[in-house]
């Protein structure tokens, strides 16, 4: 079959890929383009691992062809920091321990933005029920929540501060 | 020169060493997304490698086609058993001394089994490859039932060594038999049990389910062939192990392998073994002369990788009228798939289940295992806990409850009157176990306290009362679980696998200007080794934990370890690297004194320096000493600061806790709500608090999963019906409970820290606590012994069991 | 898990989609959100050569309410089914039952069109379009045409629709009185143990309309005729939904899988029938 391109702004960069039509979003970003902070954890949408953000919405992209993605604009963890400028998320999960193998946590970290884009003010349930989409097997959750609480009273803060 | 030195507690603070809740300094980079696992190695010219896996249980393999596959674009090679024969790699040996085909041998013995593989440009062009290869089966009888394993008409599973009455454990005696294996004293139990005023006698399933962690196996192998070196970067919980095993099976010399241990994103156990995968692309990658990289996918790894538990485990129990535990005999069938790859010590086919007499003081037991082949993966590991430590703790924590039950007793007070108690330790076990220190009662009445365990009861009572009455649909049940572990494994005197004794090791360089590199034996797939080993070491030799690095995972670097499962990386790796400390320090002293002008002894230690006794402004900080170390001519003594310890426990370590769940039970739906899980621990000494919190955290969820409804289920014909996320139970934030820790501290005698291992503790008491609550909601309507999982289904048939529907 | 190889179209109007799906025939399939589609091609389990994406056809998205009527395009999201207010006000249980369904990311892609066309069972959509007396409205090579959405599924993954048509739209009245959407299962992302969709309207203590259906209790979604029948002029009290409810799982027809054998199901169907009705009951 042939190869098309597609064009994504990703992590505020414009890329023009050349990949074939079944191309999964997650291997677009992973292998062609490098961007291996999200992972792949069961390939079937249950677990979340591959979470990035296109257009405004939290996406797995193991359930997506990167040629659904033309034209999006994508962020995924490597977009939310910098080494010298972590995200308060980035910053909430370390001061909480929200992670243990780390596996989940890009993922985690890039849904959790995106609930409190919508949501700056979650109650410990919403915040449950906004992650439910993403699955992690070392921490039991608790810390994850609270490092997200946490991020969001601070994000608020400073929200207010400004 | 006094008045500058800070107090002691600020210098002792500024180490961030022991007890301390140091943040992860694994953080930074996994919350950046910049964690480096194996899926995100990319080599030039790496190809990617998939299998053909059978859609059978049991069928014979007539033919496979390999052309079509061959003719597609980028698929460069299909192995098959025939390719890898004269390698004399079909096969390979199992950690538990049997074999297993790397791809089929003319035959599959369970679904999803191997059968060839693609090796292609990348993964769509391996899958279509995959899908390509025409493979004719034959389907032969399946066995799933364990039971019926040894009956007529059983189909012969393993042809290969059907004529073999002897396996690696001693005697078999039909072809599907593996093993027997007993422990204790079996006609004295016998006795007591004939004689005793109570008997109480329930079969106990432990289902079988899988460790699941969030990233699948996989490996990328890449054979040098300019140089004659491989190396391995995989999923490896036991790096060194794996270096030998694969030195021994593909006939490369040790020392021309590299085995890498990259980022890890979970073990759970799943990542000990040996796979075919691996065996694969290390062939691969010899054939094609490139890297060669397989990475499984979430149902390959449900179905082919790695099933944990699924025992059998028939008891009795006996007690006085007044509930005094006399004795204790089990019985085991344990399902272990078509080979036998059970990660288990050499001398223990069983691990140690004979751990089965839990922290309860009774004086005679006997346990057998009977290790029986069937249609389902291999595997047999510990998940999140020691060798079936597990199996064991959720057995007498059963076995308890219906003694209980049997009595008429409430089941608090039958642990408490049978608790071994505090100055009993050390304590030897009816079946063989010195267990090192344990303070249970203190740590149990402090749980019983905390949940307001009579009122709750009273709650409970009342609950029974309305519900009588139609009043309410929902029970109220208390889950109560005591657990003794016993992880650290393990003494080499009786502990191998494959012959490699289970020490471990550390090694420690320090830099002049007194920072420092340590390397261990062991492999952090998530707890954290970088952050805790360093608080150990800055402990030891005084300086701060952010000026110590942490690496582990690599053969080239790393000293010979045992690697990381059974909760063995604190209690043997931890101990080598105190031990490892103390060499410094030991060595320091002698610099010091150099330097001080005084003798060894003059000297004594204070956090991070010696100083001169008596006379407090005359010392030497470590740092100090470090650079001393690289700059000074000190006669008979040799320049530079390192040490390297192989540490051998003298014992395994036996942390303890008490577990308590409150669960509120729907008796219509099946569906069941957690108000509460408290849980105790005590691990000895504490090393990081919040790390140890987070453990806890982390096993109580994979133990709520596990007892709720993670299973691997099969159907007659031997089918996986819970191969993917959506039916094999991995609970999400929005079912699982928060959760209340708490701790004692008993350290253990034998260890240079104190310190007994934690990670596998809430696994292991936590599915007691769980399934007792769920059956103690029914003890009232005579509920005794129900199977897990305790998924809506199975609830609501013991409620209608029990004629709770009307 | 990787799919096939496939060409790939997206078309701007509903037009070439149908001209792109005559001109393939059965290699060609349409994607909406894609989450039931894409894992089943990762599983290989039907040749799809040539696929379309409805994301390019904007005439396939948006909520109009016009008068009492709704119309909801194919290509509506979930997340856009629960975030729109007055989508909210106009049928209230969309966004209740739309909160249950799979989780936040597939929610944001998972569409109604493609929830309700593809004839999956399990699916919660469906049902609710059961309860709402939905219109679906196709568009193929001979023009539109609507079907009942009761009469729309004939068994499991077989549906009225035709292989040179797509789903355009779906289209109700807009709904007054109480309503519920009450689903059981195992956990977040897992379809129905069982679950059910009532709509009740009380007049002076009677109740003058009622709506009650079933998803993932049969190979198709199921309307309760007689159960409806029961509710309607009843005080809707306890005797009239003991027998509403009977009649309900009288006509449920699951199958057993991992979520259970069969008695539980239909056990568990009556428990979940009757707390949508008295839920139902509690809003009117």
């Keep these: 079959m042939e190869k098309m391109h597609v064009k994504m702004n990703v992590n505020g960069k414009e890329v023009d890929l050349l990949t074939e039509p079944r191309t999964l979003l997650i291997h677009a970003l992973r292998e062609e383009l490098g961007i291996t902070g999200p992972h792949v954890g069961c390939s079937s949408s249950h677990c979340g691992a591959c979470t990035v953000d296109m257009n405004g919405m939290s996406v797995k992209s193991c359930t997506v062809f990167a040629a659904q993605a033309n034209g999006a604009e994508i962020t995924t963890i490597e977009g939310l920091g910098s080494p010298d400028a972590l995200h308060v998320l980035q910053e909430m999960f370390k001061e909480h321990h929200g992670l243990q193998c780390g596996y989940c946590t890009p993922g985690m970290i890039t849904r959790a933005y995106r609930l409190l884009q919508e949501n700056p003010n979650p109650t410990e349930e919403e915040v449950r029920f906004g992650i439910a989409g993403n699955l992690c097997r070392c921490t039991g959750y608790q810390n994850i929540v609270k490092a997200i609480l946490e991020a969001a009273a601070k994000m608020n803060e400073i929200k207010e501060s400004a | 020169m006094n008045e500058a030195t800070p107090p002691k507690e600020e210098r002792t603070a ?87 085909m790397v791809l089929a041998d003319g035959k599959v013995l369970f679904q999803a089994q191997e059968v060839a593989f693609v090796v292609a440009d990348d993964r769509y062009a391996a899958a279509d490859g995959v899908a390509a290869v025409k493979v004719e089966y034959e389907e032969l009888p399946v066995l799933v039932d364990p039971f019926k394993a040894e009956s007529d008409g059983a189909p012969v599973l393993r042809e290969d060594i059907a004529d073999q009455t002897e396996g690696a454990h001693g005697p078999r005696r039909h072809p599907n038999h593996i093993f027997t294996w007993e422990s204790g004293d079996r006609e004295a139990t016998e006795a007591v049990l004939a004689e005793a005023d109570v008997v109480a006698e329930e079969m106990i399933y432990y289902h079988r389910t899988h460790p699941c962690p969030l990233e699948p196996c996989g490996c990328v192998a890449s054979m040098d062939k300019v140089n004659g070196k491989l190396t391995v970067w995989g999923t490896f919980q036991a790096p060194h192990a794996v270096r030998t095993v694969a030195s021994l099976i593909s006939g490369i010399a040790e020392h021309n392998i590299r085995i890498i241990s990259p980022d890890i994103g979970g073990g759970f156990g799943n990542k000990v073994g040996v796979y075919p995968g691996y065996v694969c692309s290390i062939v691969a990658s010899i054939v094609t002369g490139v890297p060669v990289k397989w990475i499984e996918d979430r149902s390959d790894n449900l179905m082919a990788t790695a099933f944990a538990r699924d025992y059998w485990m028939k008891g009795r129990i006996s007690a006085t009228k007044d509930g005094k535990i006399t004795g204790l005999h089990c019985h085991t069938t344990a399902d272990h798939g078509a080979f036998d790859a059970c990660a288990d010590p050499t001398k223990f086919p069983a691990g140690f289940m004979n751990i089965c007499t839990g922290s309860y003081d009774i004086p005679t037991a006997y346990l057998a295992v ?97 519900f009588k009455r139609g009043e309410t649909r929902m029970l109220l049940g208390i889950g109560l679980s005591h657990f003794t572990e016993i992880v650290g494994a393990g003494p080499v005197k009786n502990c191998d696998i494959l012959g490699l004794g289970m020490f471990d090791s550390c090694e420690i360089r320090i830099h002049p200007t007194g920072s420092a590199i340590a390397r261990l034996g062991t492999i952090s797939q998530g707890q954290g080794h970088a952050t805790t080993f360093a608080q150990i070491l800055a402990s030891e030799i005084g300086l701060p934990a952010e000026d110590i690095t942490l690496e582990e995972g690599d053969t080239d670097t790393a000293p010979y370890g045992l690697g990381t499962y059974g909760s063995r990386s604190t209690p043997v790796a931890g101990a080598a690297t105190a031990m490892a400390g103390r060499k410094i320090r030991a060595k320091a002293q002698m610099i010091a004194a150099y330097l001080l002008e005084v003798h060894d002894n003059d000297l004594e230690w204070d956090v991070d320096r010696f100083v001169v006794k008596g006379s407090p402004e005359r010392f030497k900080t470590m740092k100090e000493i470090a650079f001393a170390s690289y700059n000074q001519a000190i006669p008979g003594v040799e320049p530079g600061l390192e040490a390297v310890s192989y540490y051998d426990p003298p014992n395994m370590t036996y942390p303890f806790g008490s577990y308590i769940c409150v669960m509120e039970i729907n008796v219509d739906t099946g569906t069941t709500e957690i108000r509460q899980v408290y849980a105790l621990d005590d691990c000895g000494t504490r090393i990081n608090p919040m790390i140890i919190e987070g453990q806890v955290h982390g096993g109580l969820t994979e133990a709520l999963a596990i007892a709720m409804g993670q299973e691997i289920a099969y159907d007659e014909q031997g089918n996986v019906t819970t191969g993917t996320l959506m039916d094999f139970f991995v609970p999400t934030a929005v079912e699982t409970p928060n959760y209340q820790t708490d701790y004692t501290v008993t350290p253990s005698p034998h260890h240079p820290i104190g310190a007994k291992g934690v990670g596998e503790s809430p696994n292991v008491g936590g599915v007691p606590a769980f399934s007792n609550a769920v059956h103690d909601a029914f003890r009232a309507f005579g509920l005794t012994q129900s199977n897990m999982p305790h998924d809506h289904w199975r609830i609501w048939k013991t409620a209608q069991s029990l004629g709770l529907h009307d | 898990m990787v799919p096939g190889a496939f060409n790939y179209y997206r078309p701007d109007t509903v037009d070439d989609v149908i001209g792109l799906l005559g001109e393939w025939g059965d290699d060609a399939r349409v994607i909406a959100g894609g989450h039931s589609l894409i894992p089943v091609m990762k599983q290989r389990l039907s040749d799809i050569s040539h696929l379309i994406d409805l994301g390019g056809v904007e005439a396939l998205k948006g909520i109009i309410i016009d008068g009492g009527t709704v119309t909801i395009g194919a290509m509506t999201t979930q997340h856009e089914l629960i975030t729109n207010d007055a989508l909210a006000s106009a049928a209230p249980i969309i966004r209740e039952a739309s909160l249950q369904i799979a989780d936040p990311q597939v929610r944001y892609l998972g569409t109604i069109g493609g929830n309700v066309a593809n004839g999956d069972p399990a699916n919660d959509m469906p049902g609710l379009m059961q309860t709402l007396g939905a219109t679906y409205h196709l568009a193929g090579p001979n023009g ?124 568990v169907a009556g428990v979940i029938v009757k707390k949508a009705i008295e839920s139902a009951r509690s809003r009117a």
């Design chain 2, 14 to 100: 500024a180490l961030s060493g022991l007890g301390t809740s140091r943040k992860r300094v694994e953080d930074a980079r996994f919350t950046q997304g910049k964690g480096n696992y194996v899926d995100d190695l990319k080599m030039p010219g790496m190809l990617f490698g998939d299998f053909v896996r059978s859609p059978y249980a049991h069928a014979r393999v007539k033919s496979i086609d390999t052309e079509k596959a061959m003719a597609l674009p980028g698929v460069h090679a299909v192995l098959t058993a025939a390719d890898l024969e004269p390698l004399g790699l079909h096969w390979m040996p199992t950690l538990a001394g049997d074999k297993q």
């Design chain 2, 370 to 466: 009977d290790g029986i082949y069937t249609n389902k993966a291999p595997g047999g590991v510990a998940y999140r806990c020691s060798f079936r430590v597990t199996e064991a703790a959720y057995f007498i924590e059963r076995m308890i409850e219906i003694l209980a039950i049997k009595l008429g007793m409430d089941a608090a007070e039958l642990r408490v009157k049978n608790f071994i108690k505090k100055d009993q330790f050390p304590y030897q076990s009816a079946l063989g176990w010195e267990y090192d220190s344990g303070d249970y009662h203190t740590g149990w009445d402090k749980a019983l306290k905390a949940v307001g365990y009579e009122d709750l009861r009273k709650e409970q009572a009342a609950r029974v009362e309305a």
């Design chain 3, 144 to 267: 539109g045409r609507t079907v009942a959405a009761r009469d729309f599924y004939e068994a499991a993954y077989f549906t009225a629709r035709e292989d040179d048509e797509i789903l355009t739209a779906v289209s109700f009245a807009a709904t007054s009185g109480g309503y519920a959407y009450e689903k059981q299962k195992r956990k977040i992302g897992d379809y129905a143990t069982a679950a059910a969709g009532v709509l009740l309207t009380m007049h002076g203590g009677s109740c003058s309309a009622a709506s009650v259906a079933l998803t993932n209790l049969s190979d198709t979604p199921v309307y309760c005729t007689d159960a409806v029948d029961i509710l309607v002029g009843s005080s809707v009290d306890d005797e009239a939904v003991a027998a509403a409810v009977k009649a309900a799982v009288d006509v449920s027809d699951p199958v057993a899988d991992t979520r259970g054998p069969v008695d539980f199901k239909k056990y």
